[in-house]
């Protein structure tokens, strides 16, 4: 998995000490922001991010990290709102995401959760596109493959599915969701063994997680 949130509090922790104060305060919005998203405090995420963005003092590339990370912090949101709120919500999610993109067009991680938005919403052909962006920038983002590989599922293009589960397994062997992805495209496709195999393996996985 990507330490996003670990790699922006380390960017921004050495950006504060080698900015003025007035620009520090800025990024110690979206350092607070990371805090208050890796807690599960959405709202209070929100507020931070929205504070750095709305200040004017940001640098363009700070800007579009403040967007992609504001946009995340709307899809994880979507998830804990009413059906109609969310759609809501997810629309903010998307706009935020496409802004950090048009920012800063090679910010692989802003593709990846637009393609996690898209799905959302129901579009696996946009979530498909987004997913492989983030692949084009980044050819060892696991998890954009795994996510593509369950795109390729829902539409029933099993072999896609195999291939990309296949290939963020060799990328990162320790993705149990690829190994439980690729596991039922192996049933749909009638190969029990392979299945079973890839069954066993991602519970063996999860249960390594949860020591």
């Excluded at 507020?47 to 700070?62: E, N, P």
């Amino acid at each position: 998995m990507k330490k996003i949130l670990l790699i922006v509090l380390l960017f921004l922790s050495l950006m504060v000490c080698m900015t003025s104060a007035a620009s520090a305060g800025h990024l110690e919005d979206l350092s607070d922001g990371a805090k208050a998203y890796k807690k599960g405090d959405f709202d209070e995420a929100i507020r931070f991010y929205t504070s750095a963005i709305s200040s004017g003092k940001l640098s363009q590339k700070d800007l579009s990290a403040a967007y992609a990370l504001r946009g995340m912090a709307w899809l994880k949101k979507s998830a804990y709102d009413s059906r109609d709120k969310a759609l809501h919500t997810l629309d903010k999610a998307i706009a935020d995401l496409t802004k950090a993109i048009e920012l800063d067009p090679q910010l692989d991680i802003a593709y990846y959760y637009l393609g996690l938005a898209c799905k959302t919403k129901g579009d696996d052909d946009k979530a498909i596109a987004n997913y492989t962006k983030a692949i084009e920038i980044d050819p060892r983002y696991d998890e954009a493959y795994c996510e593509r590989g369950m795109s390729w599922y829902r539409k029933s293009d099993y072999d896609k599915a195999i291939a990309d589960f296949t290939k963020a397994i060799e990328i990162n062997p320790k993705n149990g969701n690829a190994y439980a992805g690729r596991c039922m495209a192996w049933l749909k496709k009638g190969d029990n063994d392979k299945a079973n195999a890839d069954y066993l393996k991602s519970q063996e996985l999860s249960g390594m997680e949860e020591e």
